[in-house]
């Protein structure tokens, strides 16, 4: 039986020659990164178990993302606490409030993963680096400690989905309306534990960044790691921003799939999740009426320069409505940079918009956004749980940013092509 992409890595990594879908297998890593709520419970961990030194001080990545700029006095504390950890330990990858950005969009920036490689990050949406034909997941604050400390990790090689791509979106249709539209169908639990693995000819009509929104949310269906087949374009960009080495896995003709789907691009509508998962999702012609009180355009999923053109194509010229909060948030302070050199944040401010520093904020309802009781966001995050984004009883509806910025203009979630853009 052939190996899958996912499993060709595993194995590699391993020191097999082949694995198979439910086999236990320990894994060499190539990087393990943590975040300003994750780290300090594996520093505690890594202390804990006497290690003295971490495995590699450059495969270590470490990113205050969450809280930062600090919101209070105990976010301060866990930034202090990995702050001088990173600094003890000589780490080389640690990047904060200046240099630093969203940790899934800074580390592909950064060149810090390529294809081929095996990254485990304490965080659930670790599997975004599956755009570059790497295998990287979610694990929690003890994997990451024993993972700093001996350069290893425990895997159950998945079983896998393909997604057999086809067709050229429409206009205004993105990465995360695919990704939207495929939760939709397949439901927050359709790839429970498993790769979902991206290929076809559709791949040439996905920018980067779109793979990067797609990948980044395969854990929203249940999906152990999200990764695409590596192309031209893949190529193109590790060898933009990285000095190193890469290894190109394609699955075998017999790989074995638990189930492929086919999905024409060209069909897919922009998509809205609706409160309170991602798969309730509707398309924006089935939306109907639903007046908003916030938009926040960032996060990891959609905060790439991709993602802040597409919200200016749409805000320039035009004000948000009068009474809606809108938001932008850059992934890193490279965007950040380039959304001024281009004049972005201009048609941002213009427009009656924030236009922030790179954080994760209001995302996970840490800061910088928080909604009251009964308020309504359009968000190109990407969950929409209960809570999600401030008092229990507010809701969070998932979109592109193009629908997001549309939303922010006409008060409530709008189609981008009923603005005549």
């Keep these: 039986m052939g190996m899958t992409m996912t499993q060709k890595i595993l194995a590699a990594h391993a020191g097999l020659k082949e694995v198979k879908p439910g086999q236990f297998i320990e894994a060499n890593l190539d990087i393990v990164l943590g975040n300003d709520i994750t780290t300090p419970v594996a520093v505690k961990e890594f202390r804990k178990m006497g290690a003295k030194e971490v495995f ?8 205050p993302d969450h809280f930062t700029p600090n919101k209070d006095i105990k976010a301060a504390e866990q930034c202090k606490m990995i702050r001088e950890f990173a600094y003890e330990k000589e780490i080389k990858n640690y990047f904060e409030i200046g240099e630093m950005g969203i940790e899934h969009a800074l580390l592909p920036e950064k060149g810090l993963v390529v294809a081929g490689d095996v990254v485990i990050g304490a965080d659930s949406h670790t599997c975004t680096y599956g755009a570059l034909g790497a295998f990287s997941t979610g694990i929690g604050s003890t994997d990451m400690a024993a993972g700093m400390a001996r ?29 939207l539209h495929i939760i939709g169908m397949i439901g927050v639990d ?57 290894t190109v896995y394609r699955p075998d003709e017999d790989a ?33 009426e639903v007046k908003v009180d916030q938009v926040v355009i960032g996060s990891c999923t959609n905060g790439r320069i991709e993602d802040l053109r597409v919200t200016a194509e749409i805000l320039k010229g035009r004000k948000v409505a009068k009474g809606i909060r809108t938001i932008i948030f850059p992934g890193t302070q490279k965007i950040y940079l380039q959304a001024i050199k281009e ?45 999600r984004m401030g008092h229990p009883e507010s809701e969070v509806y998932l979109s592109s940013p193009a629908v997001a910025a549309a939303s922010a203009v006409a008060g409530k979630i709008a189609n981008p092509e009923d603005l005549d853009v």
């Design 56 to 63: 590699d001080k450059n495969k270590v990545v470490i990113v």
């Design 151 to 179: 350069g290893k990790c425990w895997f159950k090689v998945p079983s896998a989905l393909k997604f057999e791509l086809r067709g050229k979106p429409q206009k205004w249709v993105s990465g995360k309306d695919v990704i």
């Design 190 to 246: 359709g790839a429970l534990y498993k790769s979902m693995e991206f290929m076809g000819e559709g791949l040439e009509h996905l920018s980067m960044d779109d793979r990067f929104a797609m990948a980044n949310m395969a854990i929203e269906a249940g999906g152990k790691n999200g990764i695409f087949m590596v192309d031209e374009k893949t190529i193109e960009y590790i060898k933009e921003h990285s000095q190193k080495e890469y």
């Design 256 to 288: 074995e799939y638990e189930k492929t789907y086919e999905i024409d691009l060209s069909e897919i509508r922009p998509t809205v999740a609706f409160p309170h998962l991602p798969d309730n999702t509707r398309t924006i012609d089935e939306v109907g």
């Design 343 to 387: 004049g972005l944040a201009e048609i941002f401010v213009e427009a009656g918009a924030a236009f922030s520093t790179p954080t994760c904020g209001p995302c996970l309802g840490g800061h910088m956004g928080i909604l009251a009781k009964g308020e309504r966001a359009v968000a190109t995050t990407n969950r929409n749980f209960v809570g």
